[in-house]
């Protein structure tokens, strides 16, 4: 037995709508949220947000913005699990950076003005995967949800 289009849409947005649930726990628990971490929560609520649209005017443009949201905060996710495990450099705004060649004066309004939460660390982990490694492989797969519905036609 397959699944409807809008089965397939209600699993796909319903996925995002537990994702960010699931954020919010985890920030209720202790764990508060990086920028980029906030920056992987607005492409769910547009996923959540589109997929009620879909249910009343349900249509494949619709079915591809929603692939394209869930992929959006995906990608996201994938740079941001890269950035805490320093194949990259993250946004300046949240991360450590090189400080040796600094003077005392920067390094000091540097401290400063440093976010309360950095990026380039890993809070928590599951099987060594981050939070958002977690987000960027569910939200690749939310995304191909998206797509096989924008592809069905019943």
């Not at 947005?13 to 764990?31: E, K, P, R, T």
Request: include cysteine.
């Amino acid at each position: 037995m397959s699944m409807t289009r809008a089965q397939i849409v209600t699993t796909a947005a319903g996925g995002s709508v537990l994702l960010l649930g699931g954020a919010f726990l985890f920030q209720i628990a202790g764990y508060p949220p990086c920028e980029m971490c906030l920056w992987q929560r607005w492409p769910h609520a547009f996923a959540f947000v589109i997929g009620i649209a879909f249910l009343v005017i349900p249509n494949r443009l619709l079915a591809l913005l929603g692939a394209l949201a869930a992929a959006t905060t995906g990608l996201i996710g994938m740079y941001h699990a890269g950035v805490e495990q320093k194949w990259w450099s993250g946004p300046s705004t949240c991360t450590s950076g090189d400080i040796s060649n600094l003077t005392p004066e920067q390094l000091l309004e540097q401290i400063m003005a440093a976010p309360l939460v950095r990026c380039d660390e890993i809070p928590w982990a599951l099987a060594g995967i981050s939070m958002a490694g977690w987000n960027a492989i569910i939200s690749l797969f939310l995304a191909g949800l998206w797509i096989v519905a924008a592809r069905r036609s019943d």
